[in-house]
C-alpha cells in the first residue's frame, strides 16, 4: 500500500496526526532496564506500546541506531517488530548521494529495512532525489530544517528567492504529490506558510515540536492545507523522554496524547475559522 494511504489509514484510526521519534539515547534510558542494545530494545518497545493509541506514524531516526555499532541493525529490527500493523515508519536517514549511491540507499531503506517512507537531502540535486522518489516510494525532502543554524545556507538568496523555496519548488515540479513531501520545521512557522503557498498538495514533516521549542497550534495554522491536512507533526524527546524516572511509559503516553489532542483543537480552530 502507498505510504499515503497507509498514513490516511492510521490517522483516521488514531485521530491523530503526531508522529513519535523513536531516538535511543543510551544516558537517558532508565537505568532499570540495564545498559546497551537490550536496553535500548526493551525501552523502544515499552514506548511504542505506551504511544501507539496516539501516533499514526513512528520516525526513528537511524543515527541513534548506528551509534551502537554491530548490534544497530538488531535494535532496529527488534524495535520496529513492536510497531502495531497499519502504522506506517519513516525512516529518517537524510540520505542524498550522486544516483546510483542514492539507489543502494534506497534499496537499503525500502527494500531492506522495510520503509513506509524516508527522509532524504537535496543538495546533490534532483537526480540524487529520484531513487527515494520512484514508484511506490516516498520521500520527505529536507527544506526547511528545525535547527538554530538552518539559515546558514537555506536562506542564501537563489533566483530571487531562498534557496530552501528553491528546493520545494523544484521537487514539486520533478516528483508527484504520492511519492514526494518535505520537511518543513516547526519551529519556523512563517516560513512554513510560505511553502504551503508553493507546495498546496504537499505533506509537511514538521519537527520540532516540543524539546525544540515549536508551538503546536502555530505549526498547525501555518502549514494545513486546503483540505485541513497535509501535517504530520514529529515529537521526539518531549514523548520518548517525557520522564526519566519508573513513570516514564506513562510519562510518554501522556505526552503523545496531550499533543495530539492539541493539534486536533488546533484543526479545529482553523477549520472553524
Known sequence: MAFLDTLARSTARSGSIICVGLDPEPE????????GPRAAVRFLRKIVRATAEHACAYKPNLA????????AMD?????????PDGIPVILDAKRGDVPNTAEAYARALFD?????????????????????????RYAFVLARTSNP?????????AGGRPLYEQVVARCVAAFPAERCGFVVAATYPAEARRLRALAPDRLFLMPGIGSQGGDTAEAVRAALDARGGGVLLAASRSVTYASAGPDFELAAERAARALKDGAERARETVAAG
Open 28 to 35: 537517558r534510558i532508565p537505568a532499570s532496564l540495564g545498559g
Open 64 to 71: 541513534f541506531y548506528e551509534q551502537y555499532g554491530a548490534a
Open 75 to 83: 535494535v532496529l529490527t527488534l524495535t520496529l517488530q513492536a510497531v
Open 112 to 136: 531492506r529495512l522495510r520503509a513506509d517512507a524516508v527522509t532524504a537531502a537535496p543538495y546533490v540535486g534532483l537526480d540524487a532525489l529520484a531513487p527515494f522518489c520512484a514508484e511506490g
Open 149 to 157: 543554524g538552518a539559515g546558514d545556507f537555506q536562506d542564501l538568496v
